[in-house]
């Protein structure tokens, strides 16, 4: 039996991920939810250090690499964030699984496997963990401060800050706080994520990437689901599905 915690803010999200765990591998047995870096820390230092560890990044007190600050964590960590997808390869290089929420079941159970064969070819956790950890930290990503867009028959450049969202509607479109329209030459919603801040930007769903100046309301319904209101002039109507929910809200509320 694999002896494994979970350290997540959000209490949905954490018994959804403890309910998937039991779904694609019985055998891994679910010891603590910890619902933040204080009661990681007390827990860590009662008990015996698990087998495997799934970790948000961002917590409600803080951020989860301070644990490697105060213990030496020699078990696996899977990571489990709403962060962008661009920081997975950076992960995966390190030898550490990151699962991007909504966690799908298929990417859970590869992780887990992930871990198993770890395991089996008693290879070590891997050694420059902190040095990473501690450069990802560091590090400051430059995003794109302009997209180029077509108006008749001349290119012109749109400040980053002047965007209050990108829509997909079988085009990328870009919509300005004025309430501007420009089609962008991009082919997918993902390859524009990349290129802007998450701090600033959130991806409500499939056809959609918001500014968070743009928010004018948020509405919650009875099935956990959110309908965000854009300001004037645009005044957009936009979904956020229940399992984008608590990881909209924690983005929202900073």
């Known amino acids: 039996m694999i002896k494994a915690i979970i350290i997540e803010d959000e209490s949905l999200i954490a018994r959804e991920l403890q309910s998937k765990i039991a779904t694609v591998t019985p055998d891994v047995n679910i010891m603590e939810l910890l619902p933040s870096l204080k009661t990681a820390k007390k827990w860590l230092m009662q008990n015996a250090m698990p087998d495997l560890v799934f970790m948000d990044i961002q917590l409600s007190d803080g951020v989860s690499f301070e644990l490697f600050e105060t213990f030496d964590l020699t078990c696996p960590v899977i990571f489990t964030t709403a962060y962008d997808e661009y920081a997975v390869k950076a992960f995966k290089v390190n030898g550490i699984d990151y699962l991007l929420k909504p966690i799908d079941e298929d990417d859970l159970k590869k992780a887990i496997d992930k871990y198993r064969q770890l395991q089996e070819k008693?290879?070590?956790?891997?050694?420059?963990?902190?040095?990473?950890?501690?450069?990802?930290?560091?590090?400051?990503?430059?995003?794109?401060?302009?997209?180029?867009?077509?108006?008749?028959?001349?290119?012109?450049?749109?400040?980053?800050?002047?965007?209050?969202?990108?829509?997909?509607?079988?085009?990328?479109?870009?919509?300005?706080?004025?309430?501007?329209?420009?089609?962008?030459?991009?082919?997918?919603?993902?390859?524009?994520?990349?290129?802007?801040?998450?701090?600033?930007?959130?991806?409500?769903?499939?056809?959609?990437?918001?500014?968070?100046?743009?928010?004018?309301?948020?509405?919650?319904?009875?099935?956990?689901?959110?309908?965000?209101?854009?300001?004037?002039?645009?005044?957009?109507?936009?979904?956020?599905?229940?399992?984008?929910?608590?990881?909209?809200?924690?983005?929202?509320?900073?």
Request: proline residues 5%; aromatic residues 12%.
């Open 122 to 254: 008693n290879m070590p956790y891997p050694n420059d963990l902190a040095a990473f950890i501690a450069r990802f930290g560091q590090q400051q990503t430059v995003y794109k401060e302009k997209f180029i867009v077509q108006q008749r028959n001349n290119w012109i450049p749109v400040s980053t800050s002047d965007i209050a969202c990108f829509i997909r509607d079988n085009l990328n479109y870009l919509y300005t706080f004025s309430g501007e329209k420009y089609i962008l030459d991009f082919n997918t919603l993902e390859d524009i994520e990349e290129l802007i801040d998450p701090k600033l930007f959130y991806r409500t769903n499939r056809q959609s990437i918001i500014h968070v100046n743009a928010i004018q309301s948020v509405k919650p319904h009875e099935n956990q689901k959110l309908t965000v209101t854009l300001r004037s002039p645009l005044k957009l109507e936009l979904d956020v599905s229940r399992e984008k929910a608590p990881a909209f809200k924690k983005w929202f509320d900073r």
